[in-house]
């Protein structure tokens, strides 16, 4: 208990009792709007099975407020004017509580919705919880009283991917591929900045953007990392895009170390494992396959109930976090339960985490992990496939976050 929020957290536990059931037996509806159709629905669809099944296994008497959740889904077909479209559904239809995550387009969009109208609608305020748009700008220039991140941003994961790269002496060429959209973009620029930070020599050989989920060939980008002479490959893809990206590489046999965002999510783990050519493949996250504490039960559960891995751990640290702050203020009004998770410690799935209150950005800890067999220290395979994601390095979040940027302006 000598760390500082740990001591918090304990204060806080021994606090919940004497609000327990202070809104027994009311629901609390959460509109998630994100993909549920097209080339990455299967991501959407798989994030809201998550949001879903944390909703029901954290409901009434398992959570200190005592509320039933709810979570209904909303297809934005990944359009930032689809996620206007569905936000006013849902708003329409009584929801107070918005979950989004896959397109910081579709965030920004969002979130300066959700701003507006809360300024023209004070007395039916909107709270949004973006799970995993990672822009730093939603948390700085863009940030807004309403939005509330609970994923490490770009920036963050960055510093942890490149203090990581940066200790491996023979490191010297690197290689980015991105998708050509603001978090591709980010991806690669954040990347710059901080390698030129951590290791000044190491040089970019390579910087390239593709269009998303385009269907696209990876042959010809697999061709010119192998002639750049590049020793390590990084990019941000996710979905179809990277699992193709996968299956290029070992196709071509090109086994130099891949650092990737989102390796993890549904499918990219099976082609992963269906090729003999075992890439070294690292994973920058907020989680990796072996999570210890409640998490891992509800892991396995989630496994057989979907047959689907559980990916999305946010989904944990959102409902418990509403939970908290319903239970703290006797109340289910955003409004309230606002300003109490500004600045809120509370105990997420892998420790006690902070809603920093000047930009309500998540000081969510960092994890890099690698690719390899299941061992009896790391037994719970990805996708049944014999293989897991094994931590190496954790890094905590408040030593990855910056100063805060935003000027927030508040209710």
Same mark, same amino acid.
């Given at each position: ?21 202070? &809104?027994? *037996? ?32 954290r409901n009434g008497?398992?959570?200190? +407020? ?8 909303? $297809?934005?077909? /990944? ?21 989004? *995550? ?50 490490? $941003?770009?920036?963050?994961?960055? @510093? ?23 978090? *591709? ?11 030129? &930070?951590?290791?000044?020599?190491? @040089? ?6 593709? #269009?998303?989920? @385009? ?7 697999? &061709? ?28 071509? /046999?090109? /086994?130099?170390?891949?650092? +990737? =965002?989102?390796? *993890? ?18 994973q920058v996250a ?29 989904? =944990? ?8 702050? %319903? ?16 600045? %809120?410690?509370?105990? /997420? ?48 979040? #408040?030593g990855l976050a ?10």
């Amino acid at each position: 208990m000598k760390h500082p929020l740990r001591r918090v957290a304990l204060v806080a536990a021994l606090v919940w009792p004497l609000t327990l059931w202070a &809104q027994q *037996g009311q629901t609390v509806r959460i509109a998630f709007i994100d993909p549920l159709s097209g080339p990455s629905g299967d991501i959407g669809r798989n994030s809201l099975k998550s949001w879903q099944f944390m909703a029901e296994r954290r409901n009434g008497a398992a959570n200190p +407020a005592g509320v039933r959740f709810v979570v209904a889904g909303f $297809d934005n077909k /990944g359009s930032p004017q689809e996620s206007l479209n569905a936000l006013k559904a849902a708003i329409d239809q009584g929801f107070r509580y918005i979950v989004q *995550g896959n397109g910081s387009g579709a965030a920004a969009a969002i979130s300066d919705a959700v701003t507006r109208h809360n300024a023209r609608d004070p007395e039916h305020p909107v709270l949004y919880i973006n799970y995993a748009a990672m822009d730093p700008a939603l948390t700085a220039e863009k940030c807004s009283y309403w939005h509330f991140r609970i994923d490490a $941003d770009t920036g963050m994961k960055m @510093q942890a991917l490149t203090r990581f790269m940066a200790v491996q002496p023979s490191l010297q060429k690197v290689f980015l591929l991105n998708q050509n959209y603001a978090h *591709g973009q980010q991806v690669s620029r954040y990347f710059r900045q901080a390698m030129a &930070q951590q290791r000044p020599d190491v @040089q970019v050989v390579g910087d390239e953007l593709h #269009p998303p989920f @385009q269907g696209i060939d990876f042959t010809p980008f697999v &061709q010119r990392i192998r002639d750049s002479g590049a020793q390590a490959l990084v990019t941000g893809n996710w979905g179809a895009d990277l699992r193709d990206m996968i299956q290029a590489l070992q196709q071509q /046999g090109l /086994g130099i170390p891949l650092y +990737a =965002y989102y390796p *993890g999510l549904k499918g990219t783990p099976t082609a992963l494992a269906e090729s003999g050519v075992r890439l070294p493949v690292y994973q920058v996250a907020y989680n990796h396959s072996n999570q210890e504490g409640p998490i891992s039960e509800l892991a396995t559960a989630f496994r057989q109930r979907y047959g689907e891995d559980l990916t999305v751990y946010a989904a =944990y640290d959102g409902i418990e976090m509403l939970a908290h702050a %319903m239970a703290h203020v006797r109340s289910t009004e955003p409004a309230r339960v606002a300003a109490r998770l500004s600045g %809120m410690i509370f105990r /997420g799935f892998s420790g006690p985490v902070q809603l920093r209150a000047d930009d309500h950005q998540l000081q969510k800890g960092v994890y890099i992990s690698r690719w390899q067999k299941v061992d009896p220290r790391h037994p719970r395979s990805a996708e049944n496939t014999g293989y897991t994601f094994a931590p190496v390095q954790y890094f905590d979040g #408040p030593g990855l976050a910056g100063p805060s940027r935003c000027q927030m302006e508040r209710p």
